[in-house]
């Protein structure tokens, strides 16, 4: 049966917003026997559609059964190595034989073992915390141990787990917690983390195990059980939902709201407030059902429904004195709009030292969502309405989305020619061109990214940059991830008699290539203008993705180049930028926490003796406090701020004011969050993303504006050359 298919493309690192009440797809939990069918129907879709062409041989079995055991134990610190190596003996060599025969013994053997010894954990945790520890010993912590072996013994990872309860209890005293909530809360956490597994069905089982196969051929195909799948076109694909518009979370056993989606018929009813927590649902037609403990995508599922349709929530008001008393709030599920994840627009505002109002336009792109271009093309109409001199397009946080949104995103700014060629596993190769006249905008164009732009960004990015149509700034490099997935109903493939919906299959099926014929795979999309940045030493890239597919090149097309004399302005751009960013009190500060971070990327080891770390803590608070004193003398560089978002375009509203110049100073940016606050996770950059703090962004308009005075007239560049910025 042909299979109704779309062509996608997307990042690892894409987050589910499991928390939106949303559409409600009733559906039975899967059984053993059926879970078995869902497998043999994904094993053999990869066998003939994934563009590797990978043999289901002894050595994709082993490193399927190694991404299993990841999965489940990606510390390393809950299975033995006589485990492993128990594992590898039964099933190394033969998973694709027990799957072909619809046999799933391999995944919930592997998974009992894994609850047996996580309960042996649990149990050893509660000793550890009972005992003193000793904070004075010159003793070390590894905190990412996904690349070493696993405890040879028991005696093994009894140390092991010692440390790392000893790390997380300094963790604590750190910062000045009492030691017996800190014990309490990692008591809880690994109680919960025991209860959350224990109680996973065989949908979740097969979730871990499907996944682990998906990822064997490469890290972007992936299996999608019907609640991710339903996720996942809500988040990337339609941005609108239909149910009550919150957001929640599970805190404490409580699922808690956490937001409301502005719009939505909570938000309009105002009886929920952010942090009321959920006790019960009851749906129109049934009885309460007590929803305390219960995993939240069950909840989310049970508080979804179709247009129209009443749902009541019990809920424990956040301003009730205890927890005793009880709110029931009874509302009718319509369609929610998920305008936060839409595209928005900025106008920066300053008067220059001249005394001329200038001018410029921010676009920020999240994704590339159903319909994003026609969002950007009619924000671009508003933005020269405001009279802009120049216009960025903000990628840094776009992990990708549908191919031909990128395509016609890249359309508004190129008249005609070639944007992207894509090849399957049989060599074939098709180009995509710019057909309809979509084109809106010929200014100034600056591209910002980040590692973090991912797939369509990345397409949009190198055909603005191959064609001379854009300046691309940010971090050094893009994500890196040059393949194109599409998503396959898997009820389109399994026996007349299956009942049940077996999920979604999302499977890398193409590359996509420049049309230089290079390849933006493992190497991504390189900035013109590189600005310093901690994400440039993190492995979040696509090259420390486990199984990527190599890089590769094709021959280039013929197209024209839109703005030949970009190499001559360039390196005159990259000097000013360098220039500035050697006084800038942000990125000095950021460029020290850059010089921490590759310490501790290289030793990969925290120490456990309490005054080494508070040393380190006085020093990094030091040098948080002079940055602080030294932003606190800067002047905010725009004189206003305004943000427009899609609805306020299109009903002719005025836009909302972010900052203005009666600010006096700017506040203080956290880039590096305080070592207590992590624990296995790898620093990331936090920086806060209000506009009035974005240092990189005002650098990236200090570039846009340098790049339109040398567009003016050609002796400008040798004004540019001979100015101090």
């Given at each position: 049966?042909?299979?109704?298919?779309?062509?996608?493309?997307?990042?690892?690192?894409?987050?589910?917003?499991?928390?939106?009440?949303g559409q409600?797809c009733?559906?039975?939990?899967?059984?053993?026997?059926?879970?078995?069918?869902?497998?043999?129907?994904?094993?053999?879709?990869?066998?003939?559609?994934?563009?590797?062409?990978?043999?289901?041989?002894?050595?994709?079995?082993q490193?399927?059964?190694?991404?299993?055991?990841?999965?489940?134990?990606?510390?390393?610190?809950?299975?033995l190595?006589?485990?492993?190596?128990?594992?590898?003996?039964?099933?190394?060599k033969?998973?694709?034989?027990y799957?072909y025969?619809?046999?799933?013994?391999?995944?919930?053997?592997?998974?009992s073992?894994?609850?047996?010894?996580?309960?042996?954990?649990?149990?050893?945790?509660?000793?550890?915390?009972?005992?003193?520890?000793d904070?004075?010993?010159?003793?070390?912590?590894?905190?990412?141990?996904?690349?070493?072996?696993?405890?040879?013994?028991?005696?093994?990872?009894?140390?092991?787990?010692?440390?790392?309860?000893?790390f997380?209890?300094?963790?604590?005293?750190?910062?000045?917690?009492?030691?017996?909530?800190?014990?309490?809360?990692?008591?809880?956490?690994?109680?919960?983390?025991?209860?959350?597994?224990?109680?996973?069905?065989?949908?979740?089982?097969?979730?871990?195990?499907?996944?682990?196969l998906?990822?064997?051929?490469?890290?972007?195909?992936?299996?999608?059980?019907?609640s991710e799948?339903?996720?996942?076109e809500?988040?990337?694909?339609?941005?609108?939902?239909?149910?009550?518009?919150?957001?929640?979370?599970?805190?404490?056993?409580?699922?808690?709201?956490?937001?409301?989606?502005?719009?939505?018929?909570?938000?309009?009813?105002?009886?929920?407030?952010?942090?009321?927590?959920?006790?019960?649902?009851?749906?129109e037609?049934?009885?309460?059902?007590?929803?305390?403990?219960?995993?939240?995508?069950?909840?989310?599922?049970?508080?979804?429904?179709?247009?129209?349709t009443?749902?009541?929530?019990?809920?424990?008001p956040?301003?009730?004195?205890?927890?005793?008393?009880?709110k029931?709030?009874?509302?009718?599920?319509?369609?929610?709009?998920?305008?936060?994840?839409?595209?928005?627009?900025?106008?920066?505002?300053?008067?220059?030292?001249?005394?001329?109002?200038?001018?410029?336009?921010?676009?920020?792109?999240?994704g590339?969502?159903?319909?994003?271009?026609d969002?950007?093309?009619?924000?671009?109409?508003?933005?020269?309405?405001?009279?802009?001199?120049?216009?960025?397009?903000?990628?840094?946080?776009?992990?990708?989305?549908?191919?031909?949104?990128?395509?016609?995103?890249?359309?508004?700014?190129?008249?005609?020619?070639?944007?992207?060629?894509?090849?399957?596993?049989?060599?074939?190769?098709?180009?995509?061109?710019?057909?309809?006249?979509?084109?809106?905008?010929?200014?100034?164009?600056?591209?910002?990214i980040?590692?973090?732009?991912?797939?369509?960004?990345?397409?949009?990015?190198?055909?603005?940059?191959?064609?001379?149509?854009?300046?691309?700034?940010?971090?050094?490099?893009?994500?890196?991830?040059?393949?194109?997935?599409?998503?396959?109903?898997?009820?389109?493939?399994?026996?007349?008699d299956?009942?049940?919906?077996?999920?979604?299959?999302?499977?890398?099926?193409?590359?996509?290539?420049?049309?230089t014929?290079?390849?933006?795979?493992?190497?991504?999309?390189?900035?013109?203008?590189?600005?310093?940045?901690?994400?440039?030493?993190?492995?979040?890239?696509?090259s420390?993705?486990?199984?990527?597919?190599?890089?590769?090149?094709?021959?280039?097309?013929?197209?024209?180049?839109?703005?030949?004399?970009?190499?001559?302005?360039?390196?005159?751009?990259?000097?000013?930028?360098?220039?500035?960013?050697?006084?800038?009190?942000?990125?000095?500060?950021?460029?020290?926490e850059?010089?921490?971070?590759?310490?501790?990327m290289?030793?990969?080891?925290?120490?456990?003796?309490?005054?080494?770390?508070?040393?380190e803590?006085?020093?990094?608070?030091?040098?948080?406090?002079?940055?602080?004193?030294?932003?606190?003398?800067?002047?905010?560089?725009?004189?206003?701020?305004?943000?427009?978002?899609?609805?306020?375009?299109?009903?002719?509203?005025?836009?909302?004011?972010?900052?203005?110049?009666?600010?006096?100073?700017?506040?203080?940016?956290?880039?590096?969050?305080?070592?207590?606050?992590?624990?296995?996770?790898?620093l990331?950059?936090?920086?806060?993303?209000?506009?009035?703090?974005?240092?990189?962004?005002?650098?990236?308009?200090?570039?846009?504006?340098?790049?339109?005075?040398?567009?003016?007239?050609?002796?400008?560049?040798?004004v540019?050359?001979?100015?101090?910025?």
């Open positions: 049966m042909k299979a109704k298919v779309n062509f996608f493309l997307f990042v690892t690192g894409f987050f589910l917003f499991m928390g939106f009440s409600y009733l559906h039975a939990d899967l059984n053993e026997s059926q879970c078995a069918k869902v497998a043999k129907t994904v094993a053999s879709l990869l066998q003939q559609a994934h563009f590797s062409q990978k043999p289901a041989d002894e050595k994709l079995s490193l399927f059964l190694k991404d299993y055991l990841d999965a489940l134990d990606f510390s390393h610190m809950v299975f190595q006589s485990d492993i190596d128990e594992f590898n003996e039964k099933y190394g033969r998973l694709f034989d799957i025969q619809e046999d799933l013994t391999p995944a919930f053997d592997i998974y073992k894994y609850i047996r010894r996580l309960t042996e954990r649990e149990s050893l945790i509660e000793g550890l915390l009972a005992v003193p520890h904070f004075t010993k010159d003793e070390f912590y590894q905190t990412d141990r996904s690349k070493m072996p696993w405890p040879k013994t028991e005696e093994e990872a009894k140390d092991l787990w010692r440390k790392r309860i000893k997380e209890l300094l963790q604590g005293k750190l910062a000045n917690e009492k030691p017996e909530q800190t014990q309490k809360t990692i008591a809880r956490r690994y109680a919960r983390l025991l209860k959350e597994m224990r109680e996973a069905d065989s949908e979740e089982i097969l979730d871990y195990f499907l996944n682990a998906t990822h064997a051929y490469d890290p972007h195909s992936d299996y999608q059980s019907p799948a339903k996720n996942f809500i988040n990337s694909i339609k941005l609108s939902l239909t149910g009550i518009g919150a957001v929640l979370k599970s805190e404490e056993g409580y699922p808690k709201i956490v937001s409301l989606v502005p719009g939505g018929p909570a938000d309009l009813d105002k009886r929920l407030k952010p942090n009321d927590r959920i006790v019960a649902v009851q749906q037609k049934g009885e309460p059902v007590d929803v305390v403990d219960m995993k939240l995508n069950k909840v989310v599922e049970m508080i979804r429904g179709e247009k129209g009443k749902v009541t929530l019990i809920v424990i956040a301003d009730s004195p205890d927890d005793s008393v009880r029931s709030v009874t509302l009718i599920r319509d369609e929610v709009k998920l305008n936060e994840q839409r595209a928005k627009a900025f106008v920066y505002e300053r008067t220059s030292n001249e005394g001329k109002i200038e001018r410029y336009g921010v676009i920020q792109l999240p590339f969502y159903e319909r994003s271009s969002d950007v093309a009619l924000l671009i109409k508003r933005l020269e309405k405001e009279k802009i001199s120049g216009l960025v397009l903000d990628l840094r946080k776009n992990g990708g989305g549908m191919l031909e949104e990128a395509v016609n995103m890249t359309a508004l700014f190129i008249k005609d020619g070639p944007v992207v060629q894509v090849k399957d596993f049989r060599g074939r190769i098709q180009p995509f061109l710019i057909s309809s006249n979509r084109y809106c905008y010929g200014g100034p164009l600056v591209v910002l980040s590692r973090f732009s991912a797939s369509a960004s990345e397409i949009v990015a190198a055909a603005l940059q191959d064609y001379g149509r854009a300046i691309i700034v940010g971090d050094q490099v893009s994500h890196g991830k040059g393949t194109v997935q599409t998503l396959i109903s898997l009820s389109d493939f399994m026996p007349w299956f009942h049940g919906d077996p999920g979604r299959l999302k499977i890398t099926v193409q590359k996509f290539y420049r049309i014929g290079l390849t933006t795979q493992q190497h991504g999309v390189s900035s013109d203008i590189a600005f310093p940045s901690l994400d440039d030493y993190l492995e979040i890239g696509e420390s993705l486990p199984n990527y597919l190599p890089a590769d090149q094709i021959s280039p097309m013929n197209f024209q180049k839109f703005n030949n004399d970009l190499p001559s302005i360039i390196p005159v751009l990259q000097r000013r930028s360098a220039q500035r960013i050697s006084s800038s009190p942000d990125f000095i500060h950021l460029n020290s850059i010089e921490i971070l590759k310490k501790k290289s030793e990969k080891l925290v120490s456990l003796n309490e005054a080494q770390r508070k040393k803590k006085e020093d990094f608070n030091l040098l948080k406090k002079n940055y602080e004193a030294a932003r606190a003398e800067q002047k905010f560089p725009y004189d206003k701020i305004y943000e427009y978002d899609i609805e306020t375009v299109k009903n002719h509203k005025e836009p909302k004011i972010i900052t203005s110049a009666s600010e006096k100073a700017l506040p203080p940016v956290e880039l590096m969050p305080d070592e207590t606050k992590i624990l296995d996770e790898k990331d950059d936090t920086v806060n993303s209000s506009p009035k703090n974005d240092f990189v962004m005002n650098e990236t308009l200090n570039v846009l504006k340098d790049y339109i005075f040398a567009l003016q007239e050609p002796k400008n560049i040798l540019l050359k001979n100015e101090h910025s």
